[in-house]
């Protein structure tokens, strides 16, 4: 009998132990992070009980700081609090004793070029373009087409604007274009194009548009994973190529599929061509070699072409862009971020300008080379697009 309550109280006693230490233990599934509070901090939250030392990685934190470090609570909860931050989209990961992890009570994340992180959103001013809001929406569509310049068939992103399955309206068309490491997926992902331009036409801030995203990389078909080349490991080297001339030389491709299949208004002047860094490079190059087809030219941070006789399309460059001023466009437009690696190189590019006396506009924002700031080029190109001419009216 002894023995028997001996082990009785052992087990109790165990047990004790056990739920005293559970209580301790937060619930995996009540733990919110990020936490967003009314003031605009953000609270973020890991639960790492064996971890020595966490750190949040994000472009929250104020510029030059790369790393905030949480801190352990009894439970193994670690946290810390970012104050007050300006409406904007962000991204974040956690680094675990040196190894990145994404937060796991946030579903919220997504790719860029072989990183993966983590998003939240703060509501309010140019932020608000960038939600989902209550008003009509346009469709994405992931589309293939063949190439016949290329000999291959490849995919992009077309943006249709809302109502334009039951109109039978034309509409104006944007092509849209990525970065280095970007990829058809890019603009709607990472740059929110489909929220900036529904809440802008809804805002009736512009004009309800198509917007065509395709792939920049000629030797791959599609984003990374949705090929036959499978789950592949993507990265910078494997999205070479960008600077080769054929994505310009076969553009007319996607003008022709575009004016086949959508009910666009097919003429310059209800043609826009714009895009980021490498995507720049590509505007630049593509309205100066076919200069009768665009009459809007959006510059994001762009990359500069550089003479080159080997490649048709960077070759007599200077009489190219003559030739542009002379045909005549309504809109040459340029942003760059005061820190962008490419600044100077974007400053010689307008000097170029300034000497032919080819008009553009400018405009120039805080930080560098990041989505913080094509977002916001975007919002502010788009609404000069297509505007009527006095003979339209």
């Given at each position: ?14 047990s004790?132990?056990?739920?005293a ?11 919110i992070s990020?936490?967003i509070?009314?003031?605009h901090?953000?609270?973020f ?34 946290s ?33 070029v ?7 959103l703060?509501?309010g ?6 939600k989902v809001?209550?008003?009509?929406h ?21 943006y ?9 309206q ?16 890019a603009?709607?992902e990472?740059?929110?194009a ?9 805002r ?18 599609a ?23 054929e ?8 003008i ?5 299949n959508y ?13 980021l ?6 505007s ?15 510059l994001?941070?762009?990359a ?8 048709e399309?960077?070759h007599n460059?200077?009489q ?16 760059m971020?005061k ?13 170029k ?8 506009t400018?405009y ?7 989505w ?7 919002s ?14």
């Amino acid at each position: 009998m002894k023995k028997i309550f001996l082990i009785s109280t052992l087990l109790a006693l165990t047990s004790a132990r056990i739920l005293a230490q559970q209580s301790l233990m937060p619930d995996r599934n009540t733990i919110i992070s990020p936490e967003i509070h009314d003031d605009h901090s953000v609270t973020f939250r890991l639960f790492a009980p064996q971890a020595k030392e966490v750190r949040l990685v994000s472009d929250c934190l104020p510029e030059g700081k790369n790393f905030e470090d949480l801190q352990k609570d009894e439970s193994g909860l670690w946290s810390c609090t970012v104050n007050k931050l300006n409406p904007e989209l962000y991204g974040y990961t956690f680094s675990v004793d040196g190894v990145k992890v994404i937060d796991p009570n946030n579903v919220y994340f997504i790719r860029d070029v072989a990183n993966v992180f983590n998003i939240f959103l703060i509501d309010g001013e140019r932020a608000d373009l960038y939600k989902v809001n209550d008003i009509p929406h346009g469709s994405l569509t992931k589309i293939w087409y063949q190439s016949p310049t290329l000999n291959k068939e490849r995919r992009m992103t077309i943006y249709t604007p809302p109502g334009y399955e039951s109109s039978k309206q034309n509409y104006p068309v944007l092509y849209l274009l990525h970065g280095m490491g970007g990829d058809e997926n890019a603009w709607t992902e990472l740059g929110r194009a489909s929220q900036i331009l529904d809440n802008l036409i809804a805002r009736g801030a512009a004009k309800p548009m198509i917007v065509v995203m395709p792939n920049g990389h000629v030797i791959i078909d599609a984003a990374p994973g949705e090929t036959a080349d499978g789950f592949y490991k993507p990265n910078t080297f494997r999205l070479r190529g960008g600077f080769a001339g054929e994505m310009e030389k076969s553009f007319p491709d996607i003008i022709q599929f575009v004016e086949k299949n959508y009910r666009v208004k097919a003429d310059k002047a209800h043609r826009a061509i714009a895009g980021l860094s490498m995507g720049g490079l590509h505007s630049i190059a593509i309205s100066a070699n076919y200069p009768n087809t665009f009459d809007y030219i959006g510059l994001f941070s762009a990359a500069t072409p550089q003479e080159n006789e080997k490649i048709e399309v960077y070759h007599n460059l200077d009489q190219k862009f003559k030739l542009q001023k002379e045909n005549g466009y309504q809109l040459y437009w340029i942003g760059m971020g005061k820190t962008d690696f490419l600044y100077q190189n974007g400053t010689l590019f307008r000097n170029k300008l300034d000497e032919i006396d080819m008009k553009y506009t400018y405009y120039e924002s805080q930080g560098g080379h990041t989505w913080r700031n094509w977002r916001i080029y975007l919002s502010e190109f788009a609404p000069l697009l297509f505007k009527e001419k006095e003979s339209e009216k």
